[in-house]
């Protein structure tokens, strides 16, 4: 049985009068951007995503609904959205998609978001473009947990919810960006190794996400066969050596348990959009392996022989 409140628009607006902080901003409609704003309103943080598209603008007329299995709990949001900055925000949180995120960031003007922390959670093979555009530094970040969404609900499965962060303690934005993500609820962890951050959490997403989307099976159930699970253990191993090859090292152990606790019924979104004929995020990924790999074939051949499985399927 799960218990359900809803989170009216005047109890939102009311918390977030209360802690007189000005709005966060998100980019990106998708499932993680839609967890933060829930997450962020339930804190007493005014939150708006920065997207006028019809999902958006329906969502927002309906309200998202959030189910945390975990919990047993089901809360209905009201969310707020805008095509531009209106607002000197309290924080910017960038979460499209690769394929999105150069458009995406044209809801974004320099000159009103100087002095103001800008957490990326978008994974690329070059952020310098987007602190050009912006001219400010970035703060990159890695969310570990598993959500799924169908419409206006959201589901959160799995265990609690966790953020890593590549923040050093004396950056001046240290204790406004920790602590609004611990308000939220979720588990924070900070690095000052954006290297090491970027391939604890490259690893195994890479991996899970791409043995699902070849062979059109959950990574739970991959994880019950014997031949899939070699396989996992091969592209693990061979990420772990382009990783030692920056000099980066990571613990198999840790990354192999990541990827054997994923729910059973965890759908990736690389799977879910290779379903719809959406090749974006596809061909983000391997752009961005292949840039890791530096385009050496002996270095990945799993990996490579994955690729063309799933390319030739399409």
């Known amino acids: 049985m799960f218990f359900s409140k809803e989170i009216t628009p005047s109890e939102k607006n009311g918390t977030s009068q209360n802690n007189g902080r000005p709005p966060v901003y998100l980019t990106g409609l998708n499932p993680l951007s839609l967890y933060l704003a829930a997450k962020f309103t339930a804190a ?181 066969d014997e031949q899939e699970r070699n396989l996992i253990d091969k592209c693990l191993h061979e990420l772990i050596n382009l990783a030692a090859g920056e000099k980066i090292e990571v613990d198999y152990a840790t990354l192999l348990k990541r990827i054997y606790n994923t729910p059973a019924n965890y759908i990736s979104p690389l799977q879910e959009s290779l379903s719809r004929k959406q090749l974006g995020e596809l061909g983000s990924l391997t752009s961005l392996l292949l840039q890791k790999a530096g385009n050496d074939d002996c270095k990945i051949p799993c990996l490579r022989g994955i690729l063309k499985n799933i390319y030739t399927r399409l």
């Not at 943080?45 to 945390?68: F, H, M, Y």
């Not at 095509?83 to 320099?110: G, K, N, Q, Y």
């Not at 070059?126 to 969404?149: C, H, R, S, W």
């Not at 920790?178 to 609820?185: C, R, S, V, Y």
Request: glycine share 4%; net charge neutral.
């Open 44 to 224: 007493g943080q005014r939150c708006i995503i920065l997207n006028d598209s019809p999902a958006c603008r329906e969502l927002c007329a309906s309200g998202l609904t959030v189910k945390e299995d975990r919990l047993l709990q089901r809360q209905k949001y009201s969310l707020e959205s805008s095509f531009w900055i209106r607002e000197a925000p309290e924080m910017i949180v960038i979460t499209s998609a690769a394929a999105t995120l150069r458009s995406d960031l044209l809801h974004l003007s320099p000159s009103k978001i100087q002095n103001t922390p800008v957490v990326i959670f978008s994974v690329v093979e070059d952020y310098e473009f987007v602190k050009a555009f912006l001219k400010t530094p970035l703060i990159q970040g890695y969310f570990n947990g598993y959500l799924m969404q169908e419409k206006s609900l959201l589901t959160i499965l799995g265990r609690q919810c966790s953020v890593e962060l590549v923040l050093s303690v004396d950056n001046p934005f240290y204790t406004r960006v920790t602590g609004a993500f611990q308000e939220t609820g979720n588990e924070v962890k900070t690095s000052d190794n954006a290297a090491q951050a970027f391939w604890n959490n490259f690893i195994p997403q890479t991996v899970a996400s791409l043995l699902s989307a070849s062979a059109q099976k959950n990574i739970y159930n991959l994880t019950k």
